[in-house]
């Protein structure tokens, strides 16, 4: 979780196909955590950052 918070930090206004690649993979691999809080906050603040 610290590393993908990390990685939202760290890509804060890039916009690339990577980037976006990368926060759609973070968004998948988060829902095996639907029951973390902290897991639901980085899949939403990667949704955001992927508009």
Do not use: H, K, N
């Not at 206004?13 to 639907?34: F, K, N, P, T, W």
């Not at 029951?35 to 980085?42: I, R, S």
């Amino acid at each position: 979780m610290a590393t993908w918070c990390d990685f939202l930090d760290c890509a804060d206004g890039i916009r690339s196909v990577e980037i976006q690649a990368a926060l759609q993979d973070m968004r998948v691999r988060l829902r095996r955590y639907s029951g973390v809080p902290e897991a639901q906050d980085l899949r939403e603040q990667a949704a955001r950052a992927a508009d």
